[in-house]
């Protein structure tokens, strides 16, 4: 199974809204509404951002939302903050029983 | 709040047995979820290595399938991984996380991870 794409960065100044997408295949993302997303700070675990497209844990910023459209799913993250600033990895359940993470997007804060 | 914790050798030698073991506080092993491994090699992505649930069934990562078995210890409230044959290729980062009631669906929380080098 091969990785999700993702772009290996994104960028923005505070305040502005950025998008990282993830693009699979019709047999994961495009067949599942199980994509979920993950916000890794350096040296740490990676952390639950979204689940099921589009739903988020209890607690988590509104800030951060997520979409899907195809083959192609999506993360929001508006008014960008410093501590945005991390590795951004998506994930999807695939038609094998198997999970398939991206390949992760560098967020900068300018 | 669920708490997991990896514990296991650092190193480990060429063509031999990495096993590591996944600690589970906050919440019961048997709760009827499904409770996972994952690794990252150094400054590279994550990859799903695989998933159990407490009655025993497994699904693996078709690329470590021949070399992966993953159990689980109830009356410990633990889960653990075991990887035979590891080369440098398998020295990375490893994190255990709790998934969803349904196989399908999503990881959370994670341990903090623990690094397995695989050298001579």
């Known amino acids: 199974q091969s990785a999700l794409t993702q772009p290996a960065s994104v960028s923005g100044s505070p305040g502005q809204s950025i998008t990282i997408s993830c693009t699979g295949t019709s047999r994961d993302v495009g067949d599942y509404n199980y994509v979920s997303w993950y916000q890794q700070h350096s040296g740490k675990a990676p952390k639950l951002l979204i689940y099921?497209?589009?739903s988020r844990p209890s607690g988590l910023s509104d800030r951060f939302s997520g979409a899907k459209s195809g083959n192609t799913a999506s993360l929001t993250i508006s008014g960008l903050q410093a501590e945005d600033e991390a590795d951004y990895y998506c994930?999807?359940?695939?038609?094998?029983?198997?999970?398939?993470f991206g390949t992760g997007t560098k967020v900068t804060v300018l | 709040q669920v708490q997991l914790q990896e514990s296991g050798p650092g190193l480990v030698r060429p063509s031999e047995t990495l096993s590591l073991t996944c600690s589970v506080s906050g919440d019961s092993i048997g709760s009827g979820y499904y409770w996972a491994w994952m690794r990252q090699p150094p400054g590279k992505g994550l990859e799903w290595i695989g998933s159990v649930f407490f009655g025993g069934t497994t699904y693996y990562n078709p690329s470590l399938k021949s070399r992966v078995t993953i159990s689980v210890n109830t009356s410990k409230n633990q889960f653990s991984l075991r990887l035979t044959s590891v080369t440098a290729a398998d020295t990375a980062v490893y994190y255990c996380a709790k998934g969803s009631l349904f196989h399908a669906g999503w990881f959370d929380p994670w341990g903090q991870g623990t690094l397995v080098t695989v050298s001579s």
């Open positions: 099921d497209v589009s």
């Open positions: 994930s999807s359940y695939t038609s094998s029983s198997t999970y398939v």
